[in-house]
């Protein structure tokens, strides 16, 4: 795919988040790999409903910023993404409302964030980690990234939002979807007795679309 047209991609993708309230005012933040095995980043401060294709953050395959305006100040968080993830991308991080209540309820597991309470669930975004606390742009996030070791696709920011990354821009941007989602269902299900998959019908998806899950 040439440069042109991941530049309009990552826009397109951005401003669809936007404009369904999936991230407001200047939050959230998307990476893609470019052909040349460097990055597009969204700026710091602009929304991602107003992005200009022209006015992107380029780092090359060395993790050097070298055209366009500052990036995110989320860089180290996307940057531990592609060095533990090698097969990602793209990166897309929001402040989706129903992810972000969830990570902040007690009863949320730090391992499992985020219920399997469907097969798509299963399929697209897999086990979610819950990550503690962080300032946004503190190095320590990407360190607790990495402390994953590679394991999980999809991450919770306790207080903050979540981070998926994925195998190109659309892949990632439809895990995104599907994560906020099933936040979404388990928010509504509170307290009614609602059944996540069991372990045999999970067993059955990972079995039959071969995926990793541990």
Known sequence: MSDSKLREDLCFWAASLFDRGLTGGASGNISVRTPDGGLFVT??????????????????AQGNHIDGPAPTKEMPLHSAFYETRTNAGAVVHLHSTHSV???MLPET???DAIPPLTAYAVMRVGKVALLPFFVPGDPAMADALRGLGGRRSAVLLANHGPVVASKDLEAAVFAMEELEETAKLALLLRGT???PLRGDQIAQVVDKFKLDWD
């Open 193 to 195: 007795g609602a059944r």
């Open 109 to 111: 597991d730090p391992e």
């Open 101 to 103: 209540a969830l990570s």
């Open 43 to 60: 700026p710091t401060g602009v929304s991602l409903g107003r992005l200009d294709p022209a006015a992107l953050s380029r780092f090359d």
